[in-house]
């Protein structure tokens, strides 16, 4: 992420031009002839709220057509509404606490982003509009990253092959074929130490990967976290995202959810450095919220500071979907706390090796 403008309210951040900059030199491992790589062209292209391609339909329909007074005087089903439950009534008051903050601060940030030309006016016409058509057929294209994350899913199934960590710096480049990859199960489960003054291009699995300068990674997941404990790193910064438990997917089976005693597990004490910042990331559930403030930031001896809200606009500044929207909110949480080494954090009784997921 670049920071494009800063305040007292909060910053304007800019994924695209992070990527961007990231990647202005790179370099392949098994040549000195140096190239430039910017982001996919339309994934960034989000000019208009969210808006199902039904919903886009009808809006393009009204304003082509003028109101008439049969249309005007059309009587419409009323839906039943059912009474919310008590999650929904807490989601609701939080929303309420926090929303004229949120739409005080949006507004100020974009107004500065404005001034510097990170925004630019909405179109007055909806018919001009392709509803982010260019964004969302971008993200639907298939590229290597599909065949990594199907490797990177069976690797993981491989509990208990582990291997030595792999090292790839300045000084081996040559001397490491990656394309190897493809056939060896270790790529999976093993700490990658990229210490590269630029960005490199490697090939694995049959496609080709940027990997940014002086990175460090582990392909894995909560259950295969030896690697990561061995090499005795401490790190100043933990970013948590994880899979929260939710109905919707459970149904669907979208992707595997990490059950509340899976979090507590997660060794934070054995990672963290002294004064390290936790970052989680949350849903708008504050059953959710709650058991990361009064659960697990006590658990993993991590003081409460703050909360954080990331909110979502599009190229012109508007917010990605209306602010009251009862079913999608534009905004994200992520609350932040400082862990704090006390002597009873030391790890005289290590913790079984599935136990994390989803550090940065």
């Known amino acids: 992420m670049s920071v494009i403008v800063a305040s007292d309210k909060g910053w304007v951040v800019d994924h695209q031009q992070g990527i961007d900059v990231s990647y202005q030199v790179c370099q392949k491992l098994d040549s000195t002839e140096q190239t430039t790589y910017i982001s996919k062209?339309?994934?960034?292209?989000?000019?208009?709220?969210?808006?199902?391609?039904?919903?886009?339909?009808?809006?393009?329909?009204?304003?082509?057509?003028?109101?008439?007074?049969?249309g005007s005087d059309r009587k419409r089903r009323k839906r039943k509404r059912t009474e919310p439950n008590s999650g929904e009534q807490q989601a609701y008051l939080n929303h309420q606490r926090i929303r004229p903050m949120l739409q005080k601060a949006t507004e100020?940030?974009?107004?500065?982003g404005r001034q510097k030309g990170c925004f630019t006016e909405p179109p007055d016409d909806i018919k001009s509009a392709d509803n982010n058509l260019s964004?969302?057929?971008?993200s639907r294209t298939v590229g290597p990253g599909s065949c990594l994350r199907e490797g990177c899913r069976r690797g993981v199934m491989k509990a208990g092959q582990h291997t030595d960590n792999l090292s790839v710096n300045d000084?081996?480049?040559d001397k490491i074929d990656l394309k190897a990859c493809c056939v060896l199960p270790d790529i999976f489960n093993t700490l990658i130490d990229h210490s590269s003054e630029t960005a490199s291009v490697v090939s694995c699995l049959g496609g080709e990967y940027l990997l940014p300068p002086h990175c460090c990674f582990l392909m894995s997941d909560y259950t295969c976290l030896d690697a990561l404990l061995q090499c005795e790193r401490k790190f100043d910064v933990i970013v948590i995202d994880p899979p929260w438990e939710n109905k919707s997917v459970k149904r669907l089976k979208s992707y595997d959810m990490l059950t509340d005693w899976d979090l507590y597990k997660l060794p934070i004490k054995l990672l963290a450095a002294p004064g390290c910042l936790v970052v989680v990331w949350v849903t708008n559930r504050q059953k959710q919220q709650g058991l990361v403030r009064d659960g697990l930031f006590p658990h993993w001896s991590v003081c409460y500071l703050a909360e954080w809200h990331w909110v979502k606009v599009t190229k012109h500044g508007e917010m990605i979907c209306d602010l009251d929207s009862s079913h999608k909110k534009p905004y994200e949480t992520l609350l932040l706390g400082q862990f704090k080494a006390t002597s009873d954090d030391l790890p005289l009784n290590c913790p079984s090796s599935s136990v994390s997921y989803g550090f940065l």
Do not use: C, N, Y
């Open 41 to 70: 062209q339309g994934l960034f292209a989000i000019h208009q709220p969210f808006r199902m391609d039904s919903q886009f339909d009808k809006l393009v329909s009204k304003s082509a057509k003028s109101e008439d007074a049969s």
């Open 108 to 112: 100020q940030l974009i107004a500065l």
């Open 135 to 138: 964004a969302r057929t971008a």
């Open 171 to 173: 000084s081996s480049l």
